[in-house]
Protein backbone atom coordinates (compact mmCIF):
# COMPACT_ATOMS: atom_id res chain seq x y z
CA UNK A 1 0.00 0.00 0.00
CA UNK A 2 2.97 2.34 1.15
CA UNK A 3 4.56 1.89 -2.26
CA UNK A 4 1.66 2.15 -4.56
CA UNK A 5 1.06 5.65 -2.65
CA UNK A 6 4.57 6.28 -3.68
CA UNK A 7 4.55 5.80 -6.94
CA UNK A 8 1.42 7.86 -7.43
CA UNK A 9 3.12 10.86 -5.35
CA UNK A 10 6.10 10.63 -7.85
CA UNK A 11 3.48 10.24 -10.88
CA UNK A 12 1.89 13.72 -9.42
CA UNK A 13 5.45 15.58 -8.70
CA UNK A 14 6.68 14.45 -12.74
CA UNK A 15 3.51 15.66 -14.22
CA UNK A 16 3.64 19.21 -12.20
CA UNK A 17 7.22 19.59 -12.65
CA UNK A 18 6.39 19.83 -16.78
CA UNK A 19 5.58 23.50 -15.68
CA UNK A 20 9.45 24.71 -14.71
CA UNK A 21 8.87 28.03 -14.33
CA UNK A 22 5.69 28.35 -12.31
CA UNK A 23 7.41 25.49 -10.20
CA UNK A 24 10.42 27.28 -9.55
CA UNK A 25 9.12 30.78 -9.01
CA UNK A 26 6.57 29.43 -6.58
CA UNK A 27 9.52 27.41 -4.96
CA UNK A 28 11.54 31.29 -4.48
CA UNK A 29 8.30 33.28 -3.38
CA UNK A 30 7.97 30.18 -0.94
CA UNK A 31 11.62 30.11 0.74
CA UNK A 32 10.98 34.33 0.59
CA UNK A 33 7.78 34.04 3.03
CA UNK A 34 9.57 31.44 5.38
CA UNK A 35 13.01 33.60 5.42
CA UNK A 36 10.88 37.01 6.22
CA UNK A 37 8.85 34.57 8.64
CA UNK A 38 11.67 33.53 10.79
CA UNK A 39 13.26 36.66 10.82
CA UNK A 40 10.40 38.79 12.03
CA UNK A 41 10.71 36.65 15.41
CA UNK A 42 14.65 37.54 15.57
CA UNK A 43 13.50 41.43 15.43
CA UNK A 44 10.84 41.04 18.34
CA UNK A 45 13.70 39.39 20.31
CA UNK A 46 16.16 42.25 19.97
CA UNK A 47 12.95 45.36 21.13
CA UNK A 48 12.72 43.27 23.88
CA UNK A 49 16.21 43.31 24.72
CA UNK A 50 16.22 46.95 23.89
CA UNK A 51 13.45 47.76 25.89
CA UNK A 52 15.05 46.07 28.81
CA UNK A 53 18.10 48.12 28.76
CA UNK A 54 18.34 51.74 29.49
CA UNK A 55 18.39 54.80 26.90
CA UNK A 56 17.77 52.66 23.82
CA UNK A 57 14.72 54.28 22.31
CA UNK A 58 16.46 55.25 19.23
CA UNK A 59 17.49 51.20 18.69
CA UNK A 60 13.99 50.08 19.72
CA UNK A 61 12.14 52.53 16.94
CA UNK A 62 14.79 51.66 14.19
CA UNK A 63 13.84 47.83 14.90
CA UNK A 64 10.15 48.60 14.73
CA UNK A 65 10.28 50.34 11.51
CA UNK A 66 12.61 47.47 9.92
CA UNK A 67 9.79 45.06 11.66
CA UNK A 68 6.71 47.33 9.57
CA UNK A 69 8.75 46.61 6.54
CA UNK A 70 9.41 43.12 7.00
CA UNK A 71 6.11 42.68 7.84
CA UNK A 72 4.35 44.61 4.42
CA UNK A 73 6.63 42.65 2.24
CA UNK A 74 5.73 39.70 3.25
CA UNK A 75 2.22 40.13 3.45
CA UNK A 76 2.72 40.84 -0.30
CA UNK A 77 4.64 37.50 -0.77
CA UNK A 78 2.03 35.55 1.22
CA UNK A 79 -1.32 37.47 -1.23
CA UNK A 80 1.20 36.83 -4.22
CA UNK A 81 2.31 33.06 -3.70
CA UNK A 82 -1.40 31.47 -3.61
CA UNK A 83 -1.86 33.15 -7.29
CA UNK A 84 1.12 31.31 -8.04
CA UNK A 85 -0.12 27.98 -6.29
CA UNK A 86 -3.76 28.14 -8.06
CA UNK A 87 -2.09 28.72 -11.97
CA UNK A 88 0.38 25.53 -11.06
CA UNK A 89 -2.60 23.19 -9.69
CA UNK A 90 -4.96 24.25 -12.34
CA UNK A 91 -3.12 24.09 -15.12
CA UNK A 92 -1.98 20.73 -13.95
CA UNK A 93 -5.73 19.79 -13.48
CA UNK A 94 -6.95 20.64 -16.69
CA UNK A 95 -4.14 18.64 -18.30
CA UNK A 96 -5.20 15.76 -16.56
CA UNK A 97 -8.56 16.20 -17.15
CA UNK A 98 -7.98 16.57 -21.09
CA UNK A 99 -5.13 13.64 -20.75
CA UNK A 100 -7.66 11.65 -18.96
CA UNK A 101 -10.61 12.01 -21.55
CA UNK A 102 -8.43 12.18 -24.61
CA UNK A 103 -7.00 8.90 -23.51
CA UNK A 104 -11.02 7.63 -22.86
CA UNK A 105 -11.77 8.27 -26.79
CA UNK A 106 -8.51 6.11 -27.54
CA UNK A 107 -9.24 3.06 -25.72
CA UNK A 108 -10.96 -0.28 -26.91
CA UNK A 109 -14.74 -0.40 -26.12
CA UNK A 110 -14.24 -4.03 -24.62
CA UNK A 111 -13.10 -1.76 -21.84
CA UNK A 112 -15.51 0.96 -21.44
CA UNK A 113 -18.70 -1.62 -21.83
CA UNK A 114 -17.21 -2.87 -18.68
CA UNK A 115 -16.91 0.57 -16.55
CA UNK A 116 -20.10 2.65 -15.76
CA UNK A 117 -20.93 5.91 -16.93
CA UNK A 118 -21.80 7.39 -13.57
CA UNK A 119 -18.34 6.60 -12.24
CA UNK A 120 -16.18 7.52 -14.81
CA UNK A 121 -18.15 11.06 -14.48
CA UNK A 122 -17.49 11.33 -11.24
CA UNK A 123 -13.46 10.51 -11.89
CA UNK A 124 -13.30 13.36 -14.47
CA UNK A 125 -15.35 16.02 -11.95
CA UNK A 126 -14.85 15.20 -8.76
CA UNK A 127 -11.97 13.12 -8.03
CA UNK A 128 -10.36 16.19 -10.08
CA UNK A 129 -11.40 18.51 -8.11
CA UNK A 130 -10.41 16.71 -4.51
CA UNK A 131 -7.02 16.38 -6.04
CA UNK A 132 -6.84 20.02 -7.09
CA UNK A 133 -7.93 20.76 -3.20
CA UNK A 134 -4.97 18.23 -1.94
CA UNK A 135 -2.19 19.83 -4.23
CA UNK A 136 -3.16 23.15 -3.16
CA UNK A 137 -2.71 22.25 0.81
CA UNK A 138 0.64 20.84 -0.22
CA UNK A 139 1.98 24.57 -2.24
CA UNK A 140 0.03 26.52 0.33
CA UNK A 141 1.37 24.03 3.64
CA UNK A 142 3.26 21.15 2.92
CA UNK A 143 6.50 22.94 1.15
CA UNK A 144 6.50 26.27 3.42
CA UNK A 145 6.25 23.78 6.71
CA UNK A 146 8.75 21.81 5.50
CA UNK A 147 10.89 24.59 4.94
CA UNK A 148 9.85 26.39 8.14
CA UNK A 149 11.20 23.47 10.32
CA UNK A 150 14.34 23.22 8.62
CA UNK A 151 15.12 26.95 8.91
CA UNK A 152 13.92 27.28 12.64
CA UNK A 153 15.88 24.26 13.83
CA UNK A 154 19.14 25.70 12.43
CA UNK A 155 18.10 29.09 14.20
CA UNK A 156 17.13 27.01 17.09
CA UNK A 157 20.26 25.69 17.64
CA UNK A 158 22.26 29.02 17.39
CA UNK A 159 20.27 30.64 20.12
CA UNK A 160 20.28 27.34 22.31
CA UNK A 161 21.49 23.80 21.47
CA UNK A 162 20.39 22.05 24.63
CA UNK A 163 16.54 23.19 24.34
CA UNK A 164 16.60 23.31 20.66
CA UNK A 165 17.58 18.96 20.95
CA UNK A 166 15.05 19.13 23.86
CA UNK A 167 12.34 20.39 20.75
CA UNK A 168 13.95 17.70 18.34
CA UNK A 169 13.34 14.43 21.21
CA UNK A 170 9.74 15.78 21.68
CA UNK A 171 8.45 16.59 18.20
CA UNK A 172 8.27 12.75 16.62
CA UNK A 173 5.36 11.84 18.97
CA UNK A 174 2.84 14.19 17.04
CA UNK A 175 4.61 12.31 13.96
CA UNK A 176 4.07 8.83 15.06
CA UNK A 177 0.34 9.88 15.60
CA UNK A 178 -0.20 11.65 12.75
CA UNK A 179 1.63 8.95 10.62
CA UNK A 180 -0.91 6.45 12.54
CA UNK A 181 -4.07 8.18 11.72
CA UNK A 182 -3.29 9.05 7.87
CA UNK A 183 -2.79 5.18 7.12
CA UNK A 184 -6.05 4.64 8.31
CA UNK A 185 -8.01 7.41 6.50
CA UNK A 186 -6.39 6.71 3.62
CA UNK A 187 -7.72 3.08 3.25
CA UNK A 188 -11.14 5.12 4.49
CA UNK A 189 -10.84 7.41 1.66
CA UNK A 190 -10.05 5.03 -1.06
CA UNK A 191 -13.26 3.88 -0.46
CA UNK A 192 -15.42 6.78 -0.19
CA UNK A 193 -13.95 7.95 -3.28
CA UNK A 194 -15.64 4.34 -5.02
CA UNK A 195 -18.80 4.79 -3.32
CA UNK A 196 -19.05 8.18 -4.45
CA UNK A 197 -18.51 6.59 -8.29
CA UNK A 198 -21.70 4.27 -7.61
CA UNK A 199 -23.29 7.10 -6.20
CA UNK A 200 -23.15 9.09 -9.62
CA UNK A 201 -23.75 5.99 -11.78
CA UNK A 202 -27.38 5.83 -9.44
CA UNK A 203 -27.72 9.14 -9.81
CA UNK A 204 -27.11 9.27 -13.66
CA UNK A 205 -29.08 6.68 -14.48
CA UNK A 206 -32.28 7.27 -12.39
CA UNK A 207 -32.78 10.85 -13.50
CA UNK A 208 -32.38 9.86 -17.16
CA UNK A 209 -34.68 6.67 -16.74
CA UNK A 210 -37.04 8.96 -14.72
CA UNK A 211 -40.08 8.16 -16.77
CA UNK A 212 -39.47 4.29 -16.65
CA UNK A 213 -39.01 4.58 -13.31
CA UNK A 214 -42.57 5.82 -12.45
CA UNK A 215 -44.12 3.76 -15.43
CA UNK A 216 -43.11 0.55 -13.79
CA UNK A 217 -44.01 2.10 -10.45
CA UNK A 218 -40.28 1.28 -9.13
CA UNK A 219 -39.85 4.33 -6.79
CA UNK A 220 -39.73 2.46 -3.80
CA UNK A 221 -37.28 0.10 -5.28
CA UNK A 222 -34.48 2.60 -5.97
CA UNK A 223 -35.46 4.57 -2.90
CA UNK A 224 -34.47 1.52 -0.84
CA UNK A 225 -31.80 1.08 -3.48
CA UNK A 226 -30.34 4.39 -3.29
CA UNK A 227 -31.15 4.87 0.51
CA UNK A 228 -28.47 1.76 0.69
CA UNK A 229 -25.38 3.56 -1.49
CA UNK A 230 -26.24 6.87 0.05
CA UNK A 231 -25.55 5.50 3.83
CA UNK A 232 -22.46 3.40 2.91
CA UNK A 233 -20.88 6.49 0.95
CA UNK A 234 -22.04 8.55 4.05
CA UNK A 235 -20.56 5.77 6.42
CA UNK A 236 -17.01 5.61 4.33
CA UNK A 237 -16.73 9.43 4.18
CA UNK A 238 -17.91 10.04 8.21
CA UNK A 239 -15.55 7.89 9.40
CA UNK A 240 -12.35 9.07 6.95
CA UNK A 241 -13.61 12.66 7.95
CA UNK A 242 -13.65 11.70 11.45
CA UNK A 243 -9.82 10.12 11.54
CA UNK A 244 -8.43 12.58 9.55
CA UNK A 245 -10.15 15.42 11.90
CA UNK A 246 -8.50 13.82 14.77
CA UNK A 247 -4.76 14.65 13.98
CA UNK A 248 -4.95 18.33 13.84
CA UNK A 249 -6.47 18.39 18.26
CA UNK A 250 -3.90 15.79 18.76
CA UNK A 251 -0.79 17.39 17.28
CA UNK A 252 -1.69 20.09 19.02
CA UNK A 253 -2.21 18.65 21.95
CA UNK A 254 1.82 17.45 21.45
CA UNK A 255 3.03 20.66 20.71
CA UNK A 256 1.61 22.29 23.35
CA UNK A 257 3.19 20.27 25.98
CA UNK A 258 6.19 20.76 23.92
CA UNK A 259 5.95 24.59 23.94
CA UNK A 260 5.22 24.49 27.89
CA UNK A 261 8.13 22.06 28.68
CA UNK A 262 10.67 24.43 26.73
CA UNK A 263 9.25 27.24 28.77
CA UNK A 264 10.01 25.67 31.42
CA UNK A 265 13.39 25.19 30.55
CA UNK A 266 13.69 28.78 29.50
CA UNK A 267 12.85 30.80 32.44
CA UNK A 268 14.85 28.10 34.65
CA UNK A 269 18.03 29.02 32.33
CA UNK A 270 17.30 32.75 32.92
CA UNK A 271 16.45 32.66 36.53
CA UNK A 272 20.30 30.68 37.05
CA UNK A 273 21.96 33.24 35.18
CA UNK A 274 22.74 32.06 32.10
CA UNK A 275 23.63 33.30 28.92
CA UNK A 276 20.06 33.02 27.53
CA UNK A 277 18.57 36.73 27.79
CA UNK A 278 14.75 37.05 27.95
CA UNK A 279 14.47 38.60 24.48
CA UNK A 280 16.30 35.60 22.62
CA UNK A 281 13.58 33.48 25.23
CA UNK A 282 10.99 34.82 23.94
CA UNK A 283 12.28 34.47 20.37
CA UNK A 284 12.77 30.60 21.05
CA UNK A 285 9.40 30.13 21.88
CA UNK A 286 8.05 32.06 18.93
CA UNK A 287 10.16 29.28 17.11
CA UNK A 288 8.90 26.32 19.08
CA UNK A 289 5.66 27.82 17.74
CA UNK A 290 6.87 28.44 14.03
CA UNK A 291 8.70 24.67 15.11
CA UNK A 292 5.16 23.28 15.57
CA UNK A 293 2.72 24.96 13.77
CA UNK A 294 4.03 23.25 10.18
CA UNK A 295 3.56 19.49 12.00
CA UNK A 296 -0.29 20.58 12.62
CA UNK A 297 -0.10 21.86 9.02
CA UNK A 298 1.30 19.00 7.60
CA UNK A 299 -0.66 16.82 9.04
CA UNK A 300 -3.97 18.61 7.95
CA UNK A 301 -2.47 18.07 4.49
CA UNK A 302 -1.39 14.44 5.56
CA UNK A 303 -4.50 13.52 5.63
CA UNK A 304 -6.48 15.24 3.11
CA UNK A 305 -3.33 14.61 0.86
CA UNK A 306 -5.02 10.45 1.55
CA UNK A 307 -7.81 11.61 -0.30
CA UNK A 308 -6.28 13.10 -3.16
CA UNK A 309 -3.76 10.33 -4.06
CA UNK A 310 -6.74 8.18 -3.62
CA UNK A 311 -8.42 9.99 -6.28
CA UNK A 312 -5.56 10.58 -8.23
CA UNK A 313 -5.00 6.86 -8.28
CA UNK A 314 -8.64 6.45 -9.68
CA UNK A 315 -7.44 8.79 -12.84
CA UNK A 316 -4.26 7.04 -13.30
CA UNK A 317 -6.15 3.73 -13.30
CA UNK A 318 -7.87 4.99 -16.90
CA UNK A 319 -4.27 6.41 -18.09
CA UNK A 320 -2.52 3.34 -17.64
CA UNK A 321 -4.76 0.87 -19.37
CA UNK A 322 -3.76 0.53 -22.76
CA UNK A 323 -4.81 2.38 -25.79
CA UNK A 324 -6.80 0.54 -28.84
CA UNK A 325 -3.52 0.41 -31.26
CA UNK A 326 -3.73 1.41 -34.49
CA UNK A 327 -3.15 -1.72 -36.99
CA UNK A 328 -3.81 -0.03 -40.15
CA UNK A 329 -0.87 2.15 -42.37
CA UNK A 330 -3.26 2.22 -45.31
CA UNK A 331 -5.82 5.06 -46.10
CA UNK A 332 -8.72 4.44 -47.59
CA UNK A 333 -10.12 6.49 -50.28
CA UNK A 334 -13.39 7.36 -51.04
CA UNK A 335 -12.87 6.38 -55.26
CA UNK A 336 -11.33 3.65 -53.95
CA UNK A 337 -14.44 2.15 -52.16
CA UNK A 338 -17.08 -0.36 -54.21
CA UNK A 339 -18.50 -2.18 -51.22
CA UNK A 340 -17.81 -6.01 -51.41
CA UNK A 341 -17.53 -7.06 -48.21
CA UNK A 342 -16.39 -10.89 -46.82
CA UNK A 343 -17.09 -12.30 -43.48
CA UNK A 344 -13.66 -15.18 -43.94
CA UNK A 345 -14.43 -17.82 -41.08
CA UNK A 346 -14.61 -14.56 -38.64
CA UNK A 347 -14.48 -16.18 -34.80
CA UNK A 348 -15.24 -13.82 -32.52
CA UNK A 349 -16.31 -13.62 -28.47
CA UNK A 350 -16.87 -10.62 -26.16
CA UNK A 351 -15.18 -13.03 -23.55
CA UNK A 352 -12.43 -15.54 -24.50
CA UNK A 353 -14.25 -18.51 -23.24
CA UNK A 354 -17.95 -17.78 -24.43
CA UNK A 355 -17.19 -17.86 -28.01
CA UNK A 356 -19.98 -16.37 -29.63
CA UNK A 357 -19.19 -16.29 -33.54
CA UNK A 358 -17.13 -20.13 -34.06
CA UNK A 359 -16.89 -20.19 -38.01
CA UNK A 360 -18.73 -16.74 -39.36
CA UNK A 361 -18.59 -16.82 -43.26
CA UNK A 362 -19.99 -14.61 -45.65
CA UNK A 363 -19.46 -12.36 -49.11
CA UNK A 364 -21.73 -9.92 -49.84
CA UNK A 365 -21.93 -8.09 -53.57
CA UNK A 366 -21.18 -4.39 -53.85
CA UNK A 367 -24.47 -2.21 -54.20
CA UNK A 368 -26.18 -4.81 -52.02
CA UNK A 369 -28.97 -4.00 -49.35
CA UNK A 370 -28.47 -6.84 -46.93
CA UNK A 371 -31.13 -7.08 -43.80
CA UNK A 372 -30.12 -8.95 -40.76
CA UNK A 373 -32.82 -10.26 -38.59
CA UNK A 374 -33.01 -12.82 -35.73
CA UNK A 375 -33.78 -13.35 -32.29
CA UNK A 376 -32.17 -11.41 -29.52
CA UNK A 377 -28.46 -12.38 -28.68
CA UNK A 378 -28.24 -13.75 -32.39
CA UNK A 379 -25.42 -11.17 -33.08
CA UNK A 380 -27.02 -9.03 -35.31
CA UNK A 381 -25.56 -6.14 -33.46
CA UNK A 382 -21.84 -7.94 -32.98
CA UNK A 383 -21.91 -8.08 -36.89
CA UNK A 384 -22.08 -4.50 -37.11
CA UNK A 385 -19.39 -3.71 -33.98
CA UNK A 386 -17.01 -6.39 -35.59
CA UNK A 387 -17.65 -4.15 -39.06
CA UNK A 388 -17.29 -1.39 -37.64
CA UNK A 389 -13.87 -2.41 -36.13
CA UNK A 390 -14.95 -1.68 -32.88
CA UNK A 391 -14.29 -4.85 -31.70
CA UNK A 392 -10.86 -7.17 -32.92
CA UNK A 393 -12.12 -10.60 -34.13
CA UNK A 394 -10.33 -13.60 -32.37
CA UNK A 395 -10.00 -15.52 -35.99
CA UNK A 396 -10.54 -15.08 -39.25
CA UNK A 397 -10.84 -11.75 -41.23
CA UNK A 398 -13.09 -9.53 -42.49
CA UNK A 399 -12.45 -7.76 -45.86
CA UNK A 400 -13.27 -5.05 -48.02
CA UNK A 401 -13.03 -5.14 -51.48
CA UNK A 402 -10.70 -8.02 -51.20
CA UNK A 403 -8.32 -6.02 -48.47
CA UNK A 404 -8.55 -7.23 -45.20
CA UNK A 405 -9.86 -4.05 -43.67
CA UNK A 406 -7.32 -4.32 -40.35
CA UNK A 407 -5.04 -2.99 -43.55
CA UNK A 408 -6.52 0.88 -42.89
CA UNK A 409 -6.16 3.25 -40.76
CA UNK A 410 -9.88 3.51 -38.28
CA UNK A 411 -10.24 6.82 -39.15
CA UNK A 412 -10.17 6.53 -43.08
CA UNK A 413 -12.04 2.79 -43.01
CA UNK A 414 -14.38 4.72 -41.04
CA UNK A 415 -15.36 7.77 -42.66
CA UNK A 416 -17.29 5.86 -45.85
CA UNK A 417 -19.78 4.68 -42.68
CA UNK A 418 -23.20 5.77 -42.09
CA UNK A 419 -24.86 4.77 -39.30
CA UNK A 420 -28.38 5.42 -37.77
CA UNK A 421 -29.06 4.07 -34.48
CA UNK A 422 -31.91 2.57 -32.52
CA UNK A 423 -30.78 4.79 -29.61
CA UNK A 424 -30.71 8.08 -30.54
CA UNK A 425 -28.11 10.40 -29.60
CA UNK A 426 -27.89 14.66 -29.89
CA UNK A 427 -25.51 17.30 -28.25
CA UNK A 428 -25.84 20.24 -27.08
CA UNK A 429 -25.83 22.84 -29.30
CA UNK A 430 -27.60 24.03 -32.41
CA UNK A 431 -29.64 21.89 -34.97
CA UNK A 432 -27.21 23.15 -37.49
CA UNK A 433 -24.57 21.50 -34.98
CA UNK A 434 -26.05 18.33 -34.06
CA UNK A 435 -27.00 17.95 -37.95
CA UNK A 436 -23.45 18.37 -39.14
CA UNK A 437 -21.43 16.65 -36.18
CA UNK A 438 -18.73 14.50 -37.34
CA UNK A 439 -18.95 17.40 -40.96
CA UNK A 440 -18.45 20.73 -38.77
CA UNK A 441 -17.66 22.42 -42.15
CA UNK A 442 -20.67 21.66 -43.68
CA UNK A 443 -22.49 24.66 -45.05
CA UNK A 444 -26.09 25.51 -44.37
CA UNK A 445 -27.73 25.13 -47.47
CA UNK A 446 -25.64 21.64 -47.22
CA UNK A 447 -27.51 21.07 -43.39
CA UNK A 448 -30.86 22.13 -44.75
CA UNK A 449 -30.60 19.73 -48.40
CA UNK A 450 -29.79 17.04 -45.23
CA UNK A 451 -32.93 17.52 -43.28
CA UNK A 452 -34.85 18.07 -46.39
CA UNK A 453 -33.93 14.13 -47.90
CA UNK A 454 -34.80 13.19 -43.93
CA UNK A 455 -37.37 14.94 -43.91
CA UNK A 456 -37.00 16.72 -41.00
CA UNK A 457 -37.23 20.11 -42.39
CA UNK A 458 -40.71 20.75 -41.58
CA UNK A 459 -40.28 20.83 -38.24
CA UNK A 460 -37.16 21.78 -38.06
CA UNK A 461 -38.93 25.30 -39.35
CA UNK A 462 -41.12 25.57 -36.90
CA UNK A 463 -38.63 25.57 -33.83
CA UNK A 464 -38.01 29.17 -32.25
CA UNK A 465 -34.50 29.82 -33.95
CA UNK A 466 -35.16 27.24 -36.96
CA UNK A 467 -31.83 25.58 -37.47
CA UNK A 468 -29.99 28.27 -34.97
CA UNK A 469 -32.07 26.53 -32.37
CA UNK A 470 -29.98 25.49 -29.20
CA UNK A 471 -30.65 22.46 -27.59
CA UNK A 472 -29.43 23.53 -24.11
CA UNK A 473 -30.86 19.81 -22.56
CA UNK A 474 -28.95 17.64 -25.25
CA UNK A 475 -32.78 17.58 -27.56
CA UNK A 476 -34.58 16.11 -24.55
CA UNK A 477 -37.30 18.99 -25.51
CA UNK A 478 -37.74 17.36 -28.71
CA UNK A 479 -39.69 14.17 -29.48
CA UNK A 480 -37.92 10.66 -29.95
CA UNK A 481 -39.26 10.84 -33.51
CA UNK A 482 -37.81 14.59 -34.24
CA UNK A 483 -34.55 13.16 -32.34
CA UNK A 484 -34.50 10.49 -34.52
CA UNK A 485 -34.68 12.76 -37.95
CA UNK A 486 -31.89 14.53 -36.89
CA UNK A 487 -29.67 11.85 -36.50
CA UNK A 488 -31.10 10.55 -39.74
CA UNK A 489 -30.12 13.71 -41.01
CA UNK A 490 -26.57 13.56 -40.55
CA UNK A 491 -26.31 10.18 -42.83
CA UNK A 492 -27.41 12.20 -45.61
CA UNK A 493 -24.90 14.99 -44.85
CA UNK A 494 -22.47 12.61 -45.07
CA UNK A 495 -23.47 10.14 -47.96
CA UNK A 496 -21.90 7.32 -46.72
CA UNK A 497 -20.14 4.79 -49.42
CA UNK A 498 -21.82 2.20 -46.45
CA UNK A 499 -24.87 2.29 -44.93
CA UNK A 500 -25.88 0.98 -41.54
CA UNK A 501 -29.33 1.28 -40.57
CA UNK A 502 -30.05 -0.21 -36.92
CA UNK A 503 -33.89 0.02 -36.51
CA UNK A 504 -33.80 3.88 -37.77
CA UNK A 505 -37.30 4.65 -38.46
CA UNK A 506 -38.47 2.44 -35.11
CA UNK A 507 -39.30 6.01 -33.27
CA UNK A 508 -41.38 7.90 -36.13
CA UNK A 509 -45.01 8.01 -36.91
CA UNK A 510 -45.83 5.96 -40.25
CA UNK A 511 -46.58 8.50 -42.50
CA UNK A 512 -42.83 9.76 -42.18
CA UNK A 513 -41.57 6.67 -41.97
CA UNK A 514 -42.66 5.77 -45.63
CA UNK A 515 -41.09 9.08 -46.41
CA UNK A 516 -38.02 8.62 -44.71
CA UNK A 517 -37.85 4.96 -46.91
CA UNK A 518 -38.17 6.56 -49.86
CA UNK A 519 -35.32 8.60 -49.41
CA UNK A 520 -33.46 5.97 -47.69
CA UNK A 521 -33.69 3.78 -50.88
CA UNK A 522 -32.54 6.78 -53.07
CA UNK A 523 -29.84 6.69 -51.05
CA UNK A 524 -28.99 3.41 -50.89
CA UNK A 525 -28.59 3.06 -54.85
CA UNK A 526 -25.32 1.28 -55.26
CA UNK A 527 -24.67 1.51 -52.03
CA UNK A 528 -23.98 -1.66 -50.13
CA UNK A 529 -26.28 -1.38 -46.93
CA UNK A 530 -26.61 -3.45 -43.84
CA UNK A 531 -30.55 -3.12 -42.09
CA UNK A 532 -31.22 -4.85 -38.95
CA UNK A 533 -35.25 -4.62 -38.34
CA UNK A 534 -37.63 -6.14 -36.29
CA UNK A 535 -40.48 -5.37 -37.98
CA UNK A 536 -39.96 -7.93 -41.40
CA UNK A 537 -42.44 -5.93 -43.35
CA UNK A 538 -39.44 -3.32 -44.17
CA UNK A 539 -36.60 -5.39 -45.55
CA UNK A 540 -38.85 -7.74 -47.74
CA UNK A 541 -37.33 -5.81 -50.90
CA UNK A 542 -33.70 -6.85 -49.43
CA UNK A 543 -30.91 -8.42 -51.95
CA UNK A 544 -30.03 -10.46 -49.03
CA UNK A 545 -31.55 -11.32 -45.65
CA UNK A 546 -29.21 -13.09 -43.18
CA UNK A 547 -31.38 -14.65 -40.82
CA UNK A 548 -28.63 -15.45 -37.68
CA UNK A 549 -29.42 -17.49 -34.68
CA UNK A 550 -26.49 -18.24 -32.00
CA UNK A 551 -23.96 -15.86 -33.64
CA UNK A 552 -24.00 -18.07 -36.79
CA UNK A 553 -25.99 -17.38 -40.07
CA UNK A 554 -29.24 -20.02 -40.35
CA UNK A 555 -30.20 -19.22 -43.47
CA UNK A 556 -29.83 -16.49 -46.17
CA UNK A 557 -31.09 -15.64 -49.30
CA UNK A 558 -34.17 -13.25 -50.65
CA UNK A 559 -37.59 -13.07 -49.08
CA UNK A 560 -39.22 -15.55 -51.83
CA UNK A 561 -36.47 -17.40 -51.48
CA UNK A 562 -36.99 -17.86 -47.65
CA UNK A 563 -40.83 -18.12 -47.63
CA UNK A 564 -40.64 -21.36 -50.09
CA UNK A 565 -37.86 -22.79 -47.58
CA UNK A 566 -40.71 -22.38 -44.85
CA UNK A 567 -37.70 -22.22 -42.17
CA UNK A 568 -37.19 -19.70 -39.37
CA UNK A 569 -37.66 -16.63 -41.09
CA UNK A 570 -41.02 -18.29 -42.67
CA UNK A 571 -42.29 -19.19 -38.90
CA UNK A 572 -40.96 -14.90 -38.05
CA UNK A 573 -42.86 -13.88 -41.15
CA UNK A 574 -46.27 -15.56 -39.80
CA UNK A 575 -46.01 -14.74 -36.37
CA UNK A 576 -45.55 -11.05 -37.88
Known amino acids: MKRKQNQILQRLLRDISTQPGLLLLALIGTIVQVALTIYLPVLIGEI ?57 HQLP ?10 DLVSRLTTDVDQLNN ?45 QFIAKKSYKLFQAQTESRGVQTQLIEETLTQESLIQASNAQEQFKGYFQTINATYATYSQSAIFYSSTVNPSTRFINAVIYAVIAAIGTSRIM ?64 AVQGEI ?112 ANADFFIRQLPDGYDTYLTDAGESLSQGQRQLLTIARVFL ?39 AHRLSTIQNADLILVMVAGDIAEYGNHQELMEQKGIYYRMQTAQ
Not at 51 to 80: D, H, K
Not at 295 to 303: G, Q
Open 494 to 532: AIPKILILDEATSSIDTRTELLVQAAFAKLMENRTSFII
Open 272 to 335: QGGSLTVGQLVTFLNYVNQYSKPFNDISSVMSELQSSLACAERLYSILDESKLEESGKNKLESE
Open 109 to 118: LSYLDKQSTG
Open 342 to 453: QFHHVRFGYEKNQVLMKDFHIQIPAGSKVAIVGPTGAGKSTLINLLMRFYPVDGGEILLDGVPIVDYTRESYRKHFGMVLQETWLKVGTIHDNIAYGHPKASREEVIAAAKA
Open 48 to 104: IDAVVEVNASEQVLALLRQMVFVIIFNTLIQWGNPLLYNQLVYQYSKGMRNRVMQHI
Open 134 to 178: GLLMVFNQFLSGVLTILVTIVTMAQLDLVMMLAVLVLTPFSLVIA
